[in-house]
């Protein structure tokens, strides 16, 4: 049986977005594909991912992440800012 443990509440979205990795490195695409106040669902081919991250949204305002799980190209994160 499926157990809910998010803290708030996800709503569906497809949104494009960016990941930047440190800083000075060129942000690469990602697809948002849920997102809550305390973190977002999301889709990106490539396969390093750090443990902490930016996530810039289509409307430019970024959020610090930190890497909460992963399943291939599937990963959820925290937003710790």
Not at 25 to 33: A, F, G, Y
């Amino acid at each position: 049986m499926f157990v809910n443990r998010r803290k708030s509440e996800r709503r569906v979205c497809r949104s494009v977005a960016k990941i930047q990795i440190g800083t000075g490195s060129l942000p690469r695409d990602c697809m948002i594909t849920d997102i809550s106040s305390g973190g977002v669902k999301v889709i990106a081919e490539y396969l390093e991912i750090p443990p902490e991250f930016t996530i810039i949204f289509s409307t430019g305002s970024p959020r610090q992440c930190r890497l909460a799980w992963r399943i291939g190209h599937e990963f959820g994160a925290q937003f710790v800012d």
